[in-house]
């Protein structure tokens, strides 16, 4: 558990904690997070991938079983998340934003950080596959419950055909036949793509770290432990609990443990904003989620290890 926190969960914090710092004392402003994180998701991220997948072993990276669980496991807290907010949260306006932060998770950046921290270029390929089929199914539903307590009429057709256009989806996509075929890469591409691969974690994550916000929560506390608590703890709970009752244990397990447990993904603000929902709620969530995840990281990592399960 001590190398894991110190070789995994240390360095995500630092950066973090780093972007958050240099933002506060006008390193970094709004203009370098906005371009930055365009890097990172039309070129950096894409680059990653498609090197990860390319040159991964086609058998071990693309798991249609572990793919399977992502998708039960989600389907299963989205609809109790559902019921739960339906119930229980206020305003009505507030109940898709405590849902969308409850079950999306930011695998792309802290997600798949964890994930090649600790296990490499083989968990790096598993990841991203995983994390390209389960990021569709995190935008529909988020769009869903959206436009379902915003009121809102953006169309779920549009996002979806929108998804085709993705630039991760994409290399995801391309980078599987080279990984099936065994087909080699060009020496160039390969050195060119590593250029931006290497670029990809370190400022993704100090554009995260810069990103988040913090306030007074004294009036959203409830929404925001809720969302929190779904996010951080029975959302991996339910997922890990799925892919060890389909025998899946080892990297398996852990890479599905580490992608669940990230927390709120930075997009879930930006969908909320768009659809002029409660976007301060939703960056809150997310900052608080973040903040939790990692101690709780570290927990539930160290328990699976004492077990011999990852």
């Not at 996010?231 to 339910?238: H, L, N």
Request: glycine residues 8%.
């Amino acid at each position: 558990m001590l190398s894991f926190v110190t070789s995994t969960l240390i360095p995500v914090l630092i950066l973090l904690l780093m972007g958050w710092l240099f933002f506060r004392i006008k390193w970094l402003n709004e203009g370098f997070i906005e371009a930055g994180s365009k890097l990172v998701f039309n070129v950096a991220l894409p680059a990653l991938l498609f090197l990860s997948i390319a040159r991964a072993d086609f058998s071990k990276a693309a798991n249609p079983t572990l793919i399977g669980v992502g998708v039960i496991g989600t389907l299963l807290v989205f609809i109790a998340l559902m019921i739960t907010s339906h119930v229980a949260v206020q305003p009505y306006k507030a109940r898709g934003v405590v849902v969308q932060g409850g079950f999306r998770a930011n695998m792309g950046i802290i997600g798949l950080a964890y994930c090649a921290n600790t296990y490499g270029q083989e968990g790096l390929a598993v990841a991203s596959v995983y994390m390209g089929c389960i990021t569709i199914l995190f935008n529909v539903l988020s769009v869903f419950v959206l436009n379902f307590y915003q009121g809102t009429s953006r169309s779920l057709l549009g996002q979806v055909s929108g998804m085709a256009k993705n630039p991760l989806i994409i290399s995801i996509a391309a980078a599987l036949p080279f990984s099936y075929f065994e087909w080699q890469l060009p020496e160039m591409i390969v050195k060119t793509g590593e250029y931006f691969a290497q670029l990809t974690l370190p400022l993704a994550l100090i554009c995260t770290g810069a990103s988040l916000q913090f306030r007074s929560f004294s009036s959203d506390w409830f929404n925001i432990v809720l969302s929190t608590t779904s996010k951080c703890v029975i959302y991996p709970t339910v997922l890990v609990s799925i892919a060890y009752a389909f025998g899946f244990k080892g990297m398996e397990l852990g890479i599905v443990l580490l992608l669940a447990i990230s927390p709120t993904a930075a997009a879930s603000y930006v969908m909320v904003r768009n659809l002029g929902g409660d976007y301060r709620l939703a960056a809150s969530i997310i900052a608080v989620s973040t903040l939790a995840s990692l101690p709780i990281t570290a927990l539930a990592f160290g328990v699976l290890s004492k077990l011999q399960l990852v």
